[in-house]
């Protein structure tokens, strides 16, 4: 049974809570630092996945964006991760209550997962100091909710993994 929820209220009713909290298991102290290294792994993963001419603009814009200063992207990871715990949570506890892993139910519902995560990013990007990581944000903003769609099966390993 597909449990129905609101994205702007950022969690179930509570009938369908499970005791673990995305947030909780992604951010922890005892566990952001391996988490932050598989996330860094999975988008190194996407990035070299990519071919063709859409691939090449993303390779050049994510090295673009690591040229910023190092470590930029790590730590924008670092910073975003609690807010995309936050989004991901009641599609995460949806899993959870219709007895799916999270593999199965992320991957029925991608685009929903896409979306949660491209609010975060276009917000921060809205708000960015930085003409740089504007303007190629900006540029790969058409073609990010399919590459964010097709990263959401190593998303949701990386999940499983940490938060099971």
């Known amino acids: ?17 499970t005791t673990t909290n995305l947030t909780e298991a992604l951010t922890g102290e005892s566990k952001k630092s391996a988490v932050v290294d598989d996330c860094m792994a999975l988008i ?10 859409s691939g090449l603009a993303v390779k050049a814009g994510y090295r673009a ?26 599609i995460y506890q949806e899993a ?33 100091k930085s003409g740089m990581v504007k303007g190629t944000y900006e540029k790969l903003r058409g073609s990010a909710k399919k590459n964010v769609e097709a990263a959401v099966p190593r998303l949701a390993g990386m999940i499983e993994k940490h938060a099971p």
Do not use: W
């Open 1 to 17: 049974m597909q449990v129905c929820y609101s994205i702007a209220e950022g969690r179930l009713p509570d009938q369908y809570m």
């Open 44 to 53: 190194d993963a996407e990035v070299g996945d990519k071919g063709g001419l």
């Open 65 to 90: 964006i690591q040229g910023i200063k190092p470590g930029f992207v790590r730590q924008v990871v670092t910073d975003l991760l609690p807010d995309f715990a936050k989004a991901l949570d009641p």
């Open 96 to 128: 959870k209550a219709s007895g799916r892993t999270v593999k199965e139910h992320f991957a029925s519902h991608t685009t929903q997962v896409a979306d949660a995560l491209l609010t975060i990013t276009d917000d921060k990007a809205k708000r960015s």
